[in-house]
């Protein structure tokens, strides 16, 4: 009898833990599922409202409201500086057509030209106020005094040169002289420095006229902003370094915008700035609200992980393979984060630019630019629950790897044509001048663009260059075109074939998969006598992932 009443309760005690064990997997198993699920499935399994998907959805809206605002400000404060730039050339440049000739404005070639160019600019600063359309004024300091402008000359210390007698006698060493030229004085400054300006050009090296000019940017006002006051750091340049018988005049104009010291503006443009300022803010607490939400998905995934290791382990005496833990590691929240950081400095800035504290427009558009290009991307997330719109994600993470790995080895070959372009044709064809010119311009060439006018535009002086210069071009766009190119293709095309058979006929089955599906046919291994071969095979069997449903393919 006691012998019964033993059994009987080591049965029962075995059967208990049998029980517990089983809801335990089974419980792993629905928290897997539901994990996998899109959020209108979660929304139908445990009526779990999907704020997530919510929260990313008013981000996408408010930060592309929020850039396109952004843009169109930026847009009026790159085509007043444009306008501005243009306009001064107009103004100091004697005889400027409106075109740069290749990378400087005007070039002259006679002594007289010279003087008389110098001495427009002169003049025209001196009777700026009365000649400029715009509100350009004079700079000043702090006591209000105007800002002078600033002549250096740059030249040889010592030098004789006689090109009849091939001789020359030449100290390199170089010296600087400046005079300074205000604008009260206009009418005494030639007299008083005659000798500053007798220049002796077989020793002058350059020219440098600086000075600073103040604008205010009016235009703003028609977008209910509040202007900005600009600074305009102006340095025209007299080139002479070639000594070839020309000189290039550059003009360069350094533009800093701050916050007027003294205005006043009557209508609705500072209540407009204040509702952009409520508005970024607000953009902010959105992006946080979705980085909090994201950073708690990844850490429910991670202890989710850390669960389905550990019964992995205990049961089957086994790890679970990369591919499967890169499942749980969901890129998507990653890269929303990333997104949301980006969104939340760049309306940080933006604000500080309203406010007229900053002036960092190229930083902030860097910032909200590729916020809201991450954000846009990651909507493709939303459409891989869907089977038709999942294949170009899937052909995208099949063909990377190798198509990585085939841009490394392309890449060699294209840095070879780039550094032998450069040395060959850099001087005889403009668009081999610099690396990056020759690389952009292979580039286009490999993408069919411009080709004939790359063939004709190089300068038939030098017959062996003219020769090798065919040569290169013909052997650089077969070989890209024709091999590269068409493999490259071949790499996604093939891919994307692989993924269309897998989709008809059923991915390989990982052991996330089969335990999901609730097949426990998993190979016990013992660590200690783990292969090479057993390894590869753990790898190779984590494919990718295929459906919970048959109907749905789920991405991470």
Known sequence: ?????????????????????????????????????????????????????????????????????????????????????????????????????????????????????????????????????????????????LLPLVICKEYYRRGSVEPSDES????????????????????????????????????????????????????????????????????????????????????????TSSACRDWKISGTAQKNTHYLLVFDGFVILVCITSAVLCTRSIVLAVRLLERFARFFHENFNRKVCEEDQKEFLNGWYVMVIVSDLLAIVGSILKMEIQAKSLTSYDVCSIFLGTSTLLVWVGVIRYLGYFQKYNVLILTMQAAFPKVLRFCCCAGMIYLGYTFCGWIVLGPYHEKFEGLSRVAECLFSLVNGDDMFTTFAQLKDKNTLVWLFSRAYLYSFISLF?????????????????TIKNYQKDGFPL???????????????????????????????????????????????
């Open 510 to 556: 990982t052991d996330l998969q089969k335990f999901l599906r609730e097949q426990g046919d998993f190979p016990v291994m013992e660590e200690d006598s783990r292969t090479d071969a057993g390894l590869s095979s753990s790898v190779l069997c984590c494919c990718r992932r295929v459906p919970v449903n048959d109907d749905e393919i789920l991405i991470s």
């Open 168 to 255: 020359y006698d030449i100290d390199a060493q170089l010296e600087t002289d400046c005079m300074s030229h205000d604008p009260a004085t206009s009418n005494q400054w030639r007299t008083q420095n005659s000798s500053f300006f007798d220049l002796d050009f077989y020793r002058l090296v350059d020219l440098k006229i600086s000075f600073q000019l103040k604008g205010i940017n009016l235009q703003t006002v028609r977008s209910r902003e509040l202007p900005d006051c600009y600074s305009f750091y102006v340095t025209i340049t007299f080139d002479n370094q070639c000594h070839s018988g020309m000189v290039k005049i550059f003009l360069d104009i350094d533009a």
């Open 1 to 145: 009898m006691e012998l019964l009443v033993r059994y009987l309760e080591r049965s029962s005690s075995i059967s208990s833990v049998m029980t517990q064990d089983v809801i335990k997997e089974q419980n792993l198993r629905d928290d897997l599922r539901y994990y996998f699920m899109s959020p209108c499935e979660k929304y139908r399994a445990r009526r779990h409202i999907p704020w997530k998907m919510g929260v990313q959805i008013l981000k996408i809206i408010m930060i592309t409201t929020q850039l396109v605002l952004f843009g169109l400000n930026n847009q009026l404060v790159v085509s007043y500086k444009e306008e501005n730039t243009m306009a001064l050339k107009h103004l100091f440049l004697k005889d400027f057509s409106g075109v740069d000739e290749d990378e400087y404005s005007v070039a002259v070639y006679t002594q007289s030209d010279v003087y008389d160019s110098l001495f427009h600019v002169l003049d025209q600063f001196s009777q700026l106020d009365r000649l400029t359309v715009g509100p350009i004024g004079y700079a000043e300091d702090e006591d209000g005094k």
């Open 481 to 497: 075109i024709y091999m590269v190119l068409s493999l490259f293709i071949a790499l996604i095309t093939d891919a994307y074939e």
